[in-house]
């Protein structure tokens, strides 16, 4: 008898204590992996991908092949697989397609998180990794924000999605993460994935595209934690309001729609990847701060970052990318 009430009293024990470790483990929500977000990491990622040794990132240069090594190699020792085959991340696409300017071929970088309950359904996000390249007196077009910002931006969101995977939390829709060549060009890189799709257009929910997110519009010194919005609302109007409610809830930027409008004289909405996007009837937002006096300038780079404001930024695009993967119902294009 006193050895069975020994038993009982340890049995008892390693079970409280059990209870006890298991209500201590912390549960990851949606807020906890945007916070993997951070401007040190930001700032960490675009002072090698912004800098002299990647000769300004000129769609076909050695500097272009650097710079997709580099995000190649990201995703490789994340654990992020691609969609084309193991350890291959690389969309070729000819010379003889970007143009009479280029004569090598480059290549998009793709990297992919599949979806548990709906993985046919497919949510692109994008960013160009290319810029302007070096003149012939050396000079170097670093490209931090224009698009180095957005790039490493994406590089955050994916490894933040990929930290939920390996929890258990992983999107129930797919995730397609694709850094385009040839934008500076004439919007090359996105302009050959609509026509040569990994997967299906029709199976494209929408197109979360990512281009300058680093500075301050010089009109809203003084105001600055905002972003631009272009064409959340020219297809759908469910994108518009899941991105409203989204950021209402999780962030609280200012979202201001000025270059969104139908006339605006700029025609931003024209000029970023996710228009190839947009031809095709697939629902877009591009994220945007707007020019300043280092667009396509050699004083591009990193050091004039606002990386603080540049991580609220990502998160936003982290929890609309959660939000749209995770809900019950696919976004639709209502207004087209």
């Known amino acids: 008898m006193k050895h069975l009430l020994i038993i009982t009293l340890s049995l008892l024990t390693i079970s409280c204590n059990s209870a006890q470790t298991a209500s201590q483990q912390t549960i990851m929500t949606r807020v906890d992996y945007a916070n993997t977000i951070t401007a040190e990491e930001l ?100 490209g931090a924000d224009d698009d180095g910002s957005g790039t490493v931006a994406m590089l955050e969101i994916a490894e933040a999605f990929q930290q939920a995977v390996n929890d258990g939390n992983g999107p129930k829709r797919s995730l397609l993460f694709l850094h385009v060549t040839g934008e500076e060009i004439g919007l090359y890189g996105s302009k050959y994935y609509t026509e040569n799709p990994l997967f299906p257009l029709e199976n494209t929910v929408c197109n979360l595209n990512t281009d300058m997110i680093g500075r301050i519009d010089p009109d809203k010194e003084g105001e600055p934690d905002y972003v631009y919005l272009i064409g959340s609302d020219r297809l759908s109007q469910e994108l518009h309001d899941v991105s409203e409610a989204v950021n209402s809830q999780y962030v609280n930027l200012e979202l201001d729609y000025k270059f969104n409008a139908e006339n605006d004289p700029n025609r931003f909405y024209y000029r970023s990847d996710h228009y190839n996007f947009a031809k095709n009837n697939i629902p877009v937002i591009f994220y945007f701060n707007g020019v300043h006096e280092d667009y396509h ?40």
Do not use: C
């Open 43 to 142: 700032k960490t990622h675009l002072y090698t991908f912004a800098s002299d040794n990647m000769e300004g990132r000129m769609t076909g240069t050695d500097g272009q092949k650097l710079a997709a090594e580099y995000l190649r190699n990201f995703y490789m020792d994340n654990g992020i697989s691609s969609p084309i085959e193991e350890n291959n991340y690389y969309q070729p696409i000819p010379a003889s397609y970007l143009g009479r300017r280029i004569t090598t071929d480059s290549e998009n970088i793709v990297a992919f998180i599949k979806g548990s309950e709906k993985p046919d359904e497919v949510i692109v996000l994008s960013a160009h990794y290319d810029h302007v390249g070096k003149r012939e007196d050396g000079t170097i077009y670093n």
């Open 297 to 336: 300038q050699p004083t591009d780079t990193p050091d004039k970052i606002e990386y603080d404001l540049m991580t609220k930024r990502t998160q936003l695009i982290f929890q609309t990318a959660w939000e749209i993967a995770n809900r019950e119902g696919r976004i639709r294009a209502d207004k087209s």
